[in-house]
């Protein structure tokens, strides 16, 4: 059975800091990514990271120098690690799986997580 688990989220002031992990279960994965989505907005690409050797990696400009992914191989895990926060990163984030490439798009992303919620206060 496919699980995608995150944990991690929370509610922070504007410069802010938060840690958010994903653990993969059950698939073989060549990308994991996060996606965030704001109320009424589309969900959109914000990090990714290949889990092969090379391990690149992937990132919006809004978050370049903000933001940083990496992986742990051993435990299957992901991690996005935010600083500097601004209330415009406030979503739900999630965490994705599925494309043998890397892709930005959400709808080549097969296994998804269930979400967590990030508020961040000006």
């Known amino acids: 059975q496919v699980q995608l688990s995150e944990s991690g989220g929370g509610a922070v002031q504007a410069g802010g800091s938060l840690r958010l992990s994903c653990a993969v279960s059950?698939?073989?994965?060549?990308?994991v990514s996060w996606f965030r989505q704001a109320p009424g907005e589309e969900r959109e690409f914000v990090a990714g990271i290949i889990m092969r050797s090379h391990g690149s990696t992937y990132y919006i400009d809004s978050v370049k120098g903000r933001f940083s992914i990496s992986r742990d191989n051993a435990k299957n895990m992901v991690i996005l690690q935010m600083n500097s926060l601004k209330p415009e990163d406030t979503a739900v984030y999630y965490c994705?799986?599925?494309?043998?490439?890397?892709?930005?798009?959400?709808?080549?992303?097969?296994?998804w997580g269930q979400g967590t919620q990030v508020t961040v206060s000006s």
């Open positions: 994705a799986t599925g494309p043998q490439g890397p892709s930005y798009r959400s709808n080549d992303y097969t296994y």
């Open positions: 059950g698939v073989s994965t060549y990308i």
